[in-house]
């Protein structure tokens, strides 16, 4: 038997496409239902998330210009990356929130889902939503859904992590960049 610490893992930020430490150093503890610390996120400072803005803003036209297919695509891969890590993210779910395993899976499942069914939403939302209005005049007026730009998610805590998923798919079908 060893005397030696666990190292625990720091989970970076994400910011612009890339994983960064916090500008201030600083990080939160997570800790599983014992209280044992199982891992360590950043703590962002201002200066990150003015930083986090200024990406949002700046990835904001890139996101906005692909096409509904592609976007659709880019979350079916996140659908995949998930069902790739399934048990990594029901194992998360039971130590920290405690889940039971059938909870965890469930959760991990129906998050799954739900990024598949915003994917394949992303090309068509803009057929339900739009219309053609009625006017009274020799013209046609349309109505075609728009992105509105950056976009704040703050998800509640229960369930964790189908509510960030429901929470950031929304906005990223629709064309928006997030700020989660």
Same mark, same amino acid.
């Given at each position: 038997?060893?005397?030696?610490?666990?190292?625990?893992?720091?989970?970076?930020?994400?910011?612009?496409?890339? /994983? $960064?430490?916090?500008?201030?150093?600083?990080?939160?503890?997570?800790?599983?239902?014992?209280?044992?610390?199982?891992?360590?996120?950043?703590?962002?400072?201002?200066?990150? /998330?003015?930083?986090? $803005?200024?990406?949002?803003?700046?990835?904001?036209?890139?996101? +906005?210009?692909?096409?509904?297919?592609?976007?659709? +695509?880019?979350?079916?891969?996140?659908?995949?990356?998930?069902?790739?890590?399934?048990?990594? /993210?029901? @194992?998360?779910?039971?130590?920290?929130?405690?889940?039971?395993? #059938? @909870?965890?899976?469930?959760?991990?499942?129906?998050?799954?889902?739900?990024?598949?069914?915003?994917?394949?939403?992303?090309?068509?939302? @803009? +057929?339900?939503?739009?219309?053609?209005?009625?006017? #009274?005049?020799?013209?046609?007026?349309?109505?075609?859904? +728009? #992105?509105?730009?950056?976009?704040?998610?703050? #998800?509640?805590?229960?369930?964790?992590?189908?509510?960030? $998923?429901?929470?950031?798919?929304?906005?990223?079908?629709?064309?928006?960049?997030?700020?989660?």
């Amino acid at each position: 038997m060893s005397d030696r610490l666990t190292v625990s893992k720091t989970h970076k930020l994400y910011i612009g496409g890339a /994983f $960064v430490r916090s500008e201030s150093g600083a990080s939160i503890g997570v800790e599983d239902r014992s209280g044992s610390i199982v891992a360590h996120l950043c703590r962002a400072s201002r200066k990150d /998330f003015r930083e986090c $803005v200024e990406k949002a803003i700046e990835g904001f036209d890139r996101w +906005q210009a692909l096409t509904p297919y592609n976007r659709g +695509q880019v979350l079916y891969r996140m659908a995949e990356m998930l069902e790739g890590k399934a048990d990594e /993210f029901a @194992q998360a779910l039971i130590e920290t929130c405690g889940s039971t395993p #059938a @909870q965890a899976r469930n959760e991990v499942a129906t998050s799954i889902d739900r990024l598949v069914g915003f994917a394949g939403w992303a090309d068509k939302f @803009q +057929q339900v939503i739009g219309c053609h209005n009625p006017v #009274a005049g020799p013209y046609y007026n349309f109505t075609i859904p +728009q #992105a509105i730009g950056v976009t704040g998610v703050v #998800a509640p805590n229960e369930p964790p992590l189908l509510a960030l $998923v429901t929470m950031i798919a929304s906005p990223l079908t629709c064309g928006n960049s997030i700020i989660a």
